[in-house]
């Protein structure tokens, strides 16, 4: 098991930026390759960037291409997400996943481990 939980979230203006950070505990977090989701309200959960668990490569959203950037410290258990150029499109409540094995969080589908979400929110 794993338990992986977000914070960093809050309201900021377009244009702005915000990094979140979630902390992995309950097994050896260098073992998972991490990422975030975002869901908007009336909209499905949708992938926003992603990080292996071995090299480090990294894995983005056409939409947050540019503007974000995902990163792990395994010494810290931790991964972040920086936000710049934040737009009002990029509201929503922003989840951590976790996978094991050769996975890369990508979709649902290739995620093992939910955290509870941090709410984004860009006002105009």
């Known amino acids: 098991q794993v338990q992986l939980v977000e914070s960093g979230g809050g309201l900021v203006q377009a244009g702005g930026s915000l990094r979140l950070s979630c902390v992995a505990s309950?097994?050896?977090?260098?073992?998972?390759?991490m990422g975030w989701f975002r869901q908007a309200p009336g909209k499905e959960r949708e992938f926003v960037a992603a990080?292996?668990?071995?090299?480090?490569?990294?894995y983005y959203a056409d939409s947050v291409k540019g503007r974000f950037t995902i990163s792990r410290d395994n010494a810290k258990n931790t991964m972040y997400l920086q936000m710049n150029s934040l737009q009002v499109e990029d509201t929503a409540l922003y989840y951590c996943?976790?996978?094991?094995?050769?996975?890369?969080?990508?979709?649902?589908?290739?995620?093992?481990?939910w955290g509870q979400g941090t709410q984004v929110t860009v006002s105009s």
């Open positions: 309950g097994r050896t977090f260098s073992s998972y390759s």
């Open positions: 990080i292996s668990r071995t090299i480090g490569t990294t």
């Open positions: 996943a976790a996978a094991g094995g050769v996975r890369v969080p990508t979709t649902s589908g290739r995620t093992d481990y």
